[in-house]
């Protein structure tokens, strides 16, 4: 039996490091994707550059949805936002933190390694699990929510108890499952669903000024006329990268 339980544990982690991996991978090839927009259309404006960017965005997110449907390649949306974080943070320490002050690189690397510990902890933490329901079977479980409401009506404050497919669990206060953040919003972690969630809109508008005041100072031509690199297409990038995060986010 204990045989039978490593091979599945080994499954499950081979399952979980390939994932990784092309999250990992889609995040690259994303990102430097999106450097093709400030690299061709430098003479445009922000105004024309972020649409072009959602556009491109798009096209890459239904070329996933393809990969996916006929390879069978999955990427794990968690680990796509936490090497997103990271790339971006990449970039900061690599070419951004030349041209900035040191107190607003110390800000921002603060800012990025708390939201690196509150991502673990929304990813760990217990949404308010229904231990005593987890048992139901799955049809069972989506047939039962209004007895399941009336039980736990009482003992929990009229709060509502929902059943998420994801978790395969009751929640109490079941608000909705993020995919991002890979866990269910409830009762116990929605504060610090929202804590993060204003944590990631605080660092992209801080990684959005410093990188507005790296382009400002370099344009697609400069004044002796070399075009910019790919290091300063970057940055612009994954300005444009953040400012639709946020747009996305307070949305």
């Given at each position: 039996?204990?045989?039978?339980?490593?091979?599945?544990?080994?499954?499950?982690?081979?399952?979980?490091?390939?994932?990784?991996?092309?999250?990992?991978?889609?995040?690259?090839?994303?990102?430097?994707?999106?450097?093709?927009?400030?690299?061709?259309?430098?003479?445009?404006?922000?105004?024309?550059?972020?649409?072009?960017?959602?556009?491109?965005?798009?096209?890459?997110?239904?070329?996933?949805?393809?990969?996916?449907?006929?390879?069978?390649?999955?990427?794990?949306?968690?680990?796509?936002?936490?090497?997103?974080?990271?790339?971006?943070?990449?970039?900061?320490?690599?070419?951004?933190?030349?041209?900035?002050?040191?107190?607003?690189?110390?800000?921002?690397?603060?800012?990025?390694?708390?939201?690196?510990?509150?991502?673990?902890?929304?990813?760990?933490?217990?949404?308010?699990?229904?231990?005593?329901?987890?048992?139901?079977?799955?049809?069972?479980?989506?047939?039962?929510?209004?007895?399941?409401?009336?039980?736990?009506?009482?003992?929990?404050?009229?709060?509502?108890?929902?059943?998420?497919?994801?978790?395969?669990?009751?929640?109490?206060?079941?608000?909705?499952?993020c995919p991002a953040f890979g866990n269910c919003i409830g009762?116990?972690?929605?504060?610090?669903f929202m804590v993060l969630l204003v944590g990631?809109?605080?660092?992209?508008?801080?990684?959005?000024?410093?990188?507005?005041?790296?382009?400002?100072?370099?344009?697609?031509?400069?004044?002796?006329?070399?075009?910019?690199?790919?290091?300063?297409?970057?940055?612009?990038?994954?300005?444009?990268?953040?400012?639709?995060?946020?747009?996305?986010?307070?949305?």
């Open positions: 039996m204990s045989v039978l339980d490593d091979q599945k544990s080994m499954r499950i982690s081979l399952k979980l490091i390939g994932r990784c991996m092309i999250s990992c991978i889609s995040v690259f090839i994303t990102q430097f994707a999106l450097s093709i927009v400030p690299r061709f259309f430098a003479a445009s404006s922000l105004l024309i550059q972020l649409p072009l960017s959602a556009l491109l965005l798009l096209v890459l997110l239904g070329t996933g949805r393809c990969c996916r449907r006929f390879l069978g390649v999955y990427a794990s949306a968690p680990a796509i936002v936490f090497f997103n974080l990271l790339f971006i943070w990449g970039v900061y320490i690599v070419i951004l933190r030349k041209v900035i002050s040191p107190l607003m690189g110390v800000v921002l690397n603060g800012e990025i390694v708390m939201l690196i510990i509150g991502l673990y902890s929304i990813l760990s933490s217990d949404p308010g699990f229904v231990t005593s329901r987890s048992s139901c079977s799955d049809n069972h479980a989506e047939d039962s929510f209004s007895e399941v409401e009336a039980h736990f009506e009482g003992s929990f404050s009229l709060r509502r108890v929902r059943y998420c497919k994801s978790c395969k669990a009751y929640v109490k206060g079941f608000d909705h499952h009762q116990k972690n929605h504060v610090l990631f809109v605080i660092t992209e508008a801080s990684y959005i000024m410093d990188s507005f005041k790296f382009a400002t100072k370099f344009q697609k031509m400069d004044e002796t006329g070399q075009e910019t690199s790919l290091s300063e297409n970057l940055v612009i990038s994954t300005m444009l990268f953040c400012l639709l995060q946020v747009l996305w986010q307070v949305l």
